[in-house]
């Protein structure tokens, strides 16, 4: 379990190497293991024969996060303050001795991985830009629960503490030394052990700075009045940005004031507090569900065709040089792959790659790219207007504007120069792929492949499969999507595939409601309020009023005798037939959109929908901004638009900002309780209409499908 | 019949600019205090003074540095009133000053004190507010919990719901000034007024710095928000939060229609009737009735509430109220404020109010009663009515009838 070494020099090496695994987990086992460890080391430190502690790795990683399975049924908050004050106590035998420990970091270590490191007087990495560390604990829902708030906080201060553990970022060796977290980075394993027992040597007294008796906090504490005041400021912020939805984020603010003003054995004990509380709070359990499982559960191929082998895409032609091409070009380029960036000129195509050289610049910046990794990353792209250069890619994907003859004309010029096997994949929002997909020439190899904008940094693509496209092109446009490290959604073609139609419901649920009389402000209010990103009316007039009535015009068509017409579409109708504000795009729409792109609600809305409301039930209101689409996804569903609750989940807080805190479209349910969800789906019915008529999917429901089965 | 609380005088010093660079900044507040106690003992010709009197209770905004750690005690001793009782410092945000008057008055109606000099001090040059930090500053929980926001996004909130403009506001602070200025120059502010001196006695502010004759709506106009940062940080949307039928908040307030700070000193000697017989002297006006109230933390406009609390205390209806006097913190709230009582404009601020004059915080609710008595003799009227709100929802009213 942990190999000891010790040398001539008196420095023990400690190895981390747990049987039967393959990577080293922090958890009760190997705290039992280290318990005679520290006693043998503290006896060898009073004999004098001791001069310091590397710990290190057998493993690939160093040490992996948390055990989920069991944080995800921990339910009992006295044993979730148990658990964090044991792993404490554990992480401060190693601390406090006297003893000096160096952490060599050989792999990733995240999360509770990540907490042992900060336990050691020193942190040293190798510089494998591939590795991640870090507290990315907050994006399940989570704090650490070893102290890391308290230690990081001490350690950086309060206001470099803060991000963070807020974003949750997972940090390249390089990027870690920046923001504080790593010590130095080494070149290999050799010279990261050399360099770890020469620190060790050098240091013999060690003390972290909140055992030494005149340590303080970097930058002060919430009491000192300039800090209290930003500690205001970055709270409000947070609260404008979360809607006060999210337990783990506000945990962390209120720690990090309330514990910078006692000592650190007193935050200590308060962060279990904190983290009890955290870790048995439902929204916690939701999040772990589908930010941990579900992520897990597609990552490991959940909706890929069964039965064909790995495809390992090696070039990828990407047709369209603008946002979004270039955008698919750096996620390519930054994951390995070979790319040629086509656009109608050599200059447009070159402006692409400019873009992509701008993008790297960024992310050398930040530390993730070294500044070397420049030149090998730009060189394996090549620009250019020519087709032909498409002939030994294995995919290709074409990110033109919306217009289906422009579609069609790139993709057969260069359909002309690829062979049988290669994919050919179209990124479009709303045009129907069964139907772009009859213009190729090889229709079973043609595939919709929806990135969202920003194409880097959203997590999901929608893989969407027409009526001819083969189920092997299907799995090899997942496996492509998990190549570049995106979660890959898989969707029949339907309108708006699954995420923008879904989306439009929520859209169209608002602009009934200004239909009904609500006042336009409280409509936006209360979507965002109930955690959605924007509100209703923004994101109408973002989309364009066209598209979203073409989207319901689709379902129509879909639905033909069965369809009853949405009673917004009436609102509609009025606002871009007579009144001829369609959005955004427009300047004018729901919103009036000023020089400055500053956005004000259009103060002619009351006049054509008057507001008749006095009384207003907010809960309600947020409830049918809800429920709308996970009736919506529920249909979808049903239909085979979708195959699975896990991606259903995923594609809905990634996919359109579906609220995070619910775990998701599906999740909801389970959070919300199904019975609760029907009967209440059973007063709007009665309230607002049919479309608030439970699914048989829905009903039918098996609830264990909504939890991670561990 | 209970026990009747009256006023025997009321004092002020000048309010002086606390901006750098600041009329009085080079005066410690605790000779500011003590300066005003020495010009009460001389006005009432009692050199026996500290001994008659049962406690001085000094209302405080920020309590600490400079003028914490009980100021009103501390300034007994440093003036030489040794022998003196007493010494109480309260903190009610900016009514302070009058909720110490507020309190002396209503132990005096109990029978728990004769003679109690009450009043406000703020130097906030000296002391800014920040030096007072708390719960409501910077523990997240708390701030998230009370919606509690700047006062200056919430006076902004109040001119977005109630569609005050910009230019509004700018009149309003207009008005202020030329009557604070006319005032002024009229000596209106004379009676009270008792200037701040250096240790050799020579002058150093001898009237209100503030009030400006030279202000004009275009030069009102040019002015930025000063509110708008704090706003985009987070704050707008937590009144959103709080308030879902606002669309969004107009950041309308500048500098030129709120408050500046400023720094001053305002004593009041109340007393029942023995007191008075005791120490020889006639009231000038006593007390009707005292209220305070709070509404929403997000919002300023507790102000209506406590009037009317007041006034139903006083069995009075607001008709019968001569002159209003209400601290304008910022535009909106006041305009908010008039056009809720339906107030007419020659009978509100007749002297100006907070935005010509400055608002030293804490001190700002004695300055007012100083104002308000000095006005109700000079034009010969009776009752008065004087009104603060406050931060988190409070608001104080007083009402006094001249005698």
Redesign the interface.
């Known amino acids: 379990m942990i190999h000891y070494r010790k040398d001539t020099d008196n420095i023990v090496t400690l190895i981390l190497d747990m049987s039967g695994r393959s990577g080293n987990l922090l958890n009760h086992q190997i705290v039992a293991a280290f318990a005679p460890v520290i006693e043998h080391l503290k006896q060898e430190k009073a004999a004098g024969k001791l001069n310091g502690v590397i710990i290190t790795s057998a493993k690939q990683d160093f040490l992996e996060s948390g055990d989920l399975d069991y944080l995800y049924r921990l339910e009992e908050p006295a044993r979730a303050f148990e658990a964090a004050q044991q792993l404490k106590k554990f992480l401060r035998d190693l601390e406090v001795p006297g003893v000096p420990v160096a952490a060599a970091i050989n792999g990733d270590a995240l999360g509770t991985g990540f907490e042992l490191t900060l336990a050691c007087h020193y942190r040293i990495a190798l510089a494998d830009s591939k590795l991640r560390m870090g507290h990315p604990e907050v994006k399940i829902g989570l704090i650490p629960s070893g102290g890391a708030i308290i230690r990081l906080m001490w350690q950086l201060g309060i206001e470099r503490a803060y991000p963070l553990l807020l974003e949750g970022r997972r940090y390249s060796p390089q990027e870690a030394v920046k923001v504080g977290i790593i010590d130095d980075l080494a070149a290999d394993r050799e010279e990261m052990l050399a360099r770890a027992k020469r620190w060790l040597l050098e240091n013999h007294d060690v003390r972290r700075p909140w055992d030494d008796p005149d340590g303080s906090i970097p930058g002060g504490t919430?009491?000192d009045?300039?800090?209290?005041?930003r500690?205001?400021?970055?709270?409000?912020?947070?609260?404008?940005?979360t809607?006060?939805l999210y337990p783990a984020k506000?945990a962390i603010?209120?720690l990090l004031?309330?514990g910078s003003k006692l000592d650190f054995a007193t935050a200590y004990r308060l962060d279990s507090r904190y983290y009890a509380r955290v870790a048995t709070n439902p929204v916690t359990k939701n999040m772990i569900s589908t930010f941990w499982f579900d992520k897990q559960a597609v990552r490991g191929g959940v909706g890929r065709p069964r039965g064909y082998g790995k495809f390992r895409a090696r070039k990828v032609g990407i047709i369209g040089a603008g946002q979004m091409g270039s955008g698919i070009a750096f996620l390519c380029l930054r994951n390995g792959l070979e790319v040629i960036l086509k656009d109608v000129s050599q200059p447009i195509a070159d402006r692409g790659k400019e873009f992509v050289g701008a993008k790297i610049d960024e992310y050398i910046e930040r530390g993730t790219f070294q500044p070397e990794d420049r030149e090998q990353l730009l060189a394996r792209i090549t620009t250019t207007n020519q087709s032909d250069h498409f002939r030994d890619c294995d995919i290709v994907v074409e990110a033109v504007f919306e217009n289906k003859s422009v579609k069609t004309k790139v993709t057969r010029e260069a359909e002309e120069h690829l062979d049988e096997y290669s994919v050919f994949a179209t990124n479009t929002l709303s045009i129907p792929i069964t139907e772009l997909g009859k213009e190729s020439m090889r229709p079973e190899n043609y595939v919709g492949l929806h990135f969202f904008s920003p194409a880097e940094k959203t997590s999901v693509v929608e893989v969407v499969a027409g009526d001819a496209t083969s189920d092997e092109t299907v799995a090899r446009a997942f496996d492509f999507a998990i190549s570049i490290r995106k979660l890959p959604i898989v969707v029949k073609d339907s309108w708006g595939f699954f995420a923008a139609r879904v989306l439009n419901t929520y859209i169209l649920e608002g602009i009934t409601m200004l239909r009904e009389g609500y006042?336009?402000?409280?409509i936006?209010?209360?979507g965002r309020?109930a955690g959605m990103k924007s509100g209703p009316l923004t994101l109408a007039d973002e989309l364009g009023l066209k598209l979203v009535l073409r989207y319901e015009q689709q379902a129509a068509e879909h639905y033909g005798q069965r369809y009853l017409q949405h009673p917004a579409v009436p609102a509609l109708e009025l606002m871009r037939d007579e009144l001829e504000r369609s959005g955004k795009s427009k300047r004018v729409g729901f919103y009036d959109y000023e020089e400055n792109n500053r956005a004000?609600?259009w103060t002619g809305l009351e006049q054509h929908f008057p507001v008749t409301k006095e009384d207003y039930d907010?809960r309600r209101m947020k409830d049918r901004f809800l429920f709308a689409q996970v009736i919506e996804a529920g249909w979808c569903l049903q239909e085979g638009v979708i195959n699975h609750t896990e991606a259903a989940n995923l594609a809905s807080v990634y996919g359109w900002g579906f609220p995070g805190y619910t775990g998701g479209v599906m999740r909801y349910i389970y959070s919300y309780g199904h019975q609760n969800f029907i009967d209440r789906c059973l007063e709007l019915k009665e309230r607002y209409g049919q479309r608030f008529t439970v699914p048989r999917y829905l009903r039918k429901l098996e609830l264990s499908t909504l939890t991670p089965t561990t | 019949m209970p026990t009747e609380a009256f006023i025997y005088d009321a004092l002020r010093s000048p309010r002086g600019r606390a901006a750098y660079p600041a009329d009085l900044y080079e005066v410690k507040p605790i000779e500011i205090l003590s300066q005003c106690l020495t010009a009460l003992q001389r006005r009432c010709g009692r050199e026996d003074l500290p001994t008659e009197i049962d406690d001085l209770v000094i209302g405080c905004n920020t309590p600490a540095g400079d003028q914490g750690y009980n100021i009103a005690r501390a300034a007994l001793l440093y003036a030489g009133w040794g022998r003196a009782r007493g010494g109480l410092q309260i903190n009610r945000f900016n009514t302070s000053g009058l909720e110490a008057i507020n309190l002396a008055a209503a132990r005096i109606t109990a029978g728990y004190g004769e003679t109690i000099i009450a009043g406000g001090l703020e130097v906030m040059s000296r002391v800014p507010t920040?030096?007072n930090?708390g719960p409501m500053?910077?523990?997240?929980?708390t701030?998230?919990n009370s919606h509690y926001?700047p006062q200056g996004v919430a006076a902004d909130l109040v001119a977005s719901t109630h569609g005050i403009r910009g230019e509004d506001l700018d009149a309003y602070a207009l008005r202020s000034h030329a009557k604070a200025v006319a005032a002024r120059d009229a000596g209106y502010f004379s009676p009270s007024m008792e200037i701040i001196t250096d240790q050799n006695g020579l002058p150093i502010l001898t009237e209100d710095s503030l009030p400006n004759a030279d202000l004009t709506a275009e030069l009102l106009a040019q002015l930025e928000p000063r509110f708008a940062e704090?706003g985009l940080?987070?704050?707008?949307?937590?009144a959103?939060?709080r308030f879902?039928?606002?669309?969004?908040v107009d950041h309308l307030h500048t500098n030129g229609n709120t408050s500046p700070a400023a720094d001053g000193c305002a004593l009041c000697l109340l007393g029942n009737r023995a007191a008075g017989e005791k120490l020889g002297l006639n009231p000038r006006a006593r007390i009707r009735a005292v209220a305070m109230s709070a509404v929403d933390a997000t919002l300023l406009t507790g102000g209506v509430n406590a009037s009317d609390l007041a006034l139903k205390q006083a069995g009075l209806s607001k008709r019968d109220i001569d002159l209003w006097e209400f601290n304008e913190s910022f535009a909106a709230p006041s305009i908010r404020f008039q056009q809720r009582l339906d107030i007419d404009d020659d009978r509100l601020n007749v002297l100006g109010g907070s935005i010509a004059l400055g608002e030293p915080l804490g001190a700002v609710g004695g300055m007012m009663l100083c104002q308000i008595l000095d006005e109700l003799e000079r034009r010969d009227l009776s009752l008065g009515s004087l009104t603060i709100d406050a931060g988190a929802g409070l608001a104080v009213c007083t009402i006094i009838e001249r005698l």
């Open positions: 919430a009491a009045p300039n800090l209290g005041h500690i205001r400021l970055l709270t409000a912020r947070l609260s404008a940005h809607n006060d506000r603010i209120d004031a309330e006042p336009a402000a409280l936006e209010n209360m309020q004000r609600l907010r | 920040y030096l930090s500053m910077n523990d997240p929980a701030v998230i926001i704090m940080a987070g704050f707008d949307e937590m959103l939060h879902p039928l606002v669309d969004h």
